[in-house]
């Protein structure tokens, strides 16, 4: 986000994600799915993004990136 000179949204986007990581850094899966939490973070940074550019198009794919990633899908 800073690279893109949005650093100003960070606090409030980390505030929004607090409770998803226990005191370890750990995701807490007990309190959330993870697809839910990154529907949400998505969701976040679409926002920023109309802020920002005035549509969501920067954090288009966000959830569908991460999803593959995690499911080992490189492509």
């Known amino acids: 986000m800073g690279r ?3 650093g100003r949204h960070f606090e409030g986007l980390a505030a929004r994600l ?3 990581f226990g005191a370890d850094g750990i995701f ?3 309190r959330l799915r993870f697809v839910d939490f990154v529907d949400d973070v998505e969701e976040m940074l679409e926002e920023v993004a109309r802020q920002e550019r005035g549509d969501e198009e920067a954090a288009d794919d966000f959830e569908e990136f991460v999803l593959r990633h995690y499911a080992g899908d490189s492509g």
């Open 4 to 6: 893109l000179g949005w």
């Open 28 to 30: 807490a899966h007990d």
């Open 18 to 20: 607090d409770g998803a």
